[in-house]
C-alpha cells in the first residue's frame, strides 16, 4: 500500500486500482467491464476529439465513522449525465449501469477511501465520450462510458477558509442558449483562460455573469453561487449555469433549518447586500468567499471581515458533512451505501 498521507490531499489525480468501462456499440450499450489500464485506446478520428462530444460527472463517496462507505445522491448525477448526453447528441446511458460502474468503482478500489478523520473523500469521476469516427459534424455511432476515482481534498486549497474572487465581464463559459446546463468539457475549456487570469491575480474562480445583459449573477467556474440575508438563501436562476446536485441539497438544508430559500435572478448590486456567500459544488462542498473584486467596475463586495466563514455557511457546511459521513441520518435518501 502507497503511503498516502490523507491530510495533506489536494483535488488531483493519483493512480488507484481499477476503472470501470461500458461500451455502446451496434445501437446498445454493453455490460460494465473492470480494467486496471489508465490508458484509453482511441480513432484518432473519434468524435470526442474533434466535435467535443464529451460530458462528466462528479461525485463522492465518503468513510464514515462506522467504516461504512457512503456515495451521496448518485442517481442526481446519473440523471444529469443523461441530460448532457441528450445535448450533444450522444447515446443516453441508463441510469442502472451509470449506478452499477460507479459502485463498482468504489467497491474495487476501497484502500483508497480516505478515513473518516481526514476529512478527505473519494471523488468518482464518470465520463462519456463518443469513440466512432467522423470527419464530418455528426454524432458518433458508439460511445465509451468510463468511471474512475481519485481520493481528494479540498478543491481550493484554503478549503473552508473564505477566499476572494473575481468579476471579468471579458469572457462567457456558456451562452444563453448553449451547453451551460450541461456537464460538457467545452464549457471548462471555455473557462480556461478567465480562470487563468483570475489565478494570476490572486483570485480563486471567476464568478460569471449572465452572458447576455451581464447585469445578474451566474455561477463560479466550477460550483454555483449562494449569498444569504435575511435568514433567507438565495441562488441565481439562470439558462446558462449547471444544475447543481450540491446547491439543490442545500436548499433542502436551509430550509430544514428555518431559511426561506429564493432561487431567483440575483443583480450584480444585490451582492452589497448579502452577508455571506458561498461557492457550492461536489468539489467545493461549500467554498466560502472573503471578497467578490468586479474588476471591470473596480468595486469590492467584501463578505468576511475576520477572515472566517460566515454562521450560516457554517451551519450549512457541518449539515451536509455529517449526512454525507453518515453521521446524521439519511432522512432524504440521499446515501447510497457501498456493501
Ligand atoms: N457548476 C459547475 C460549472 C460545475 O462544474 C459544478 C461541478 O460539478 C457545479 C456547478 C456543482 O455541481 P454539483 O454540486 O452537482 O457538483
Ligand atoms: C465537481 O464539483 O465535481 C466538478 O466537476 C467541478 C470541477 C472539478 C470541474
Known amino acids: 500500500m502507497e503511503n498516502i498521507n490523507w491530510t495533506e490531499l489536494s483535488f488531483g489525480y493519483m493512480k488507484t486500482d481499477y476503472n470501470i468501462r461500458c461500451y455502446y456499440r451496434n445501437g446498445k450499450w454493453g455490460e460494465p467491464e473492470i480494467s486496471d489500464s489508465e490508458m484509453i485506446p482511441l480513432h484518432m478520428a473519434a468524435t470526442c476529439l474533434h466535435y467535443g462530444q464529451e460530458a462528466f460527472e462528479g461525485l463522492k463517496a465518503f468513510k464514515g465513522k462506522d467504516g461504512k462507505v457512503r456515495i451521496f ?6 440523471l444529469r449525465l443523461q441530460a448532457s448526453c441528450r445535448g450533444i447528441l450522444m447515446s443516453e446511458l441508463p441510469v442502472e449501469v451509470f449506478e452499477k460502474a460507479v459502485v463498482e468503482a468504489v467497491k474495487r478500489n476501497q484502500r483508497f477511501v480516505p478515513p473518516y478523520e481526514s476529512g478527505a473523500s473519494l471523488y468518482i469521476r464518470p465520463l462519456l465520450i463518443g469513440t466512432g469516427a ?7 455511432s458508439e460511445y465509451l462510458f468510463v468511471v474512475f476515482v481519485t481520493p481528494v481534498g479540498p478543491y481550493f486549497k484554503e478549503g473552508f477558509k473564505p477566499t476572494p474572487y473575481a468579476i471579468i465581464r471579458g469572457y462567457d463559459r456558456a451562452a444563453p442558449l448553449g451547453t451551460g446546463t450541461f456537464k460538457v468539457g467545452g464549457n471548462y475549456a471555455a473557462s480556461l483562460v478567465p480562470g487563468e487570469i483570475a489565478h494570476s491575480k490572486g483570485y480563486s474562480a471567476v464568478l460569471y455573469l449572465d452572458a447576455r445583459e451581464k447585469k445578474y449573477i451566474d455561477e463560479c467556474g466550477p460550483a454555483n453561487f449562494f449569498g444569504i440575508k435575511n435568514n433567507t438563501y438565495i ?9 447543481s446536485i450540491t446547491n439543490k441539497s442545500l436548499m433542502v438544508l436551509a430550509e430544514e433549518l428555518g431559511m426561506k430559500v429564493e432561487r431567483r435572478q440575483v443583480p450584480v448590486e444585490e451582492l452589497a447586500t448579502f452577508e455571506e456567500a458561498g461557492a457550492c459544488g461536489t468539489a467545493a462542498v461549500i467554498s466560502p468567499v472573503l471578497r467578490i473584486d468586479d474588476l471591470d467596475e473596480n468595486k469590492s463586495y467584501v463578505f468576511s471581515k475576520d477572515g472566517q466563514a460566515g454562521p ?3 451551519r450549512l457546511y457541518n449539515k451536509l458533512r455529517a449526512i454525507q459521513y453518515g453521521d446524521e441520518p439519511d432522512k432524504y435518501g440521499w446515501i447510497t451505501l457501498v456493501e
Not at 445522491?73 to 446519473?78: L, P, S, V
Not at 467522423?134 to 458518433?140: D, F
Not at 441562488?235 to 444544475?243: A, G, H, K, N, Y
Open 312 to 314: 450560516v455557511s457554517i
Open 134 to 140: 467522423q470527419v464530418g459534424v455528426k454524432p458518433a
Open 235 to 243: 441562488t441565481p436562476e439562470s439558462v446558462s449555469i449547471l444544475p
Open 73 to 78: 445522491r448518485m442517481r442526481e448525477n446519473a
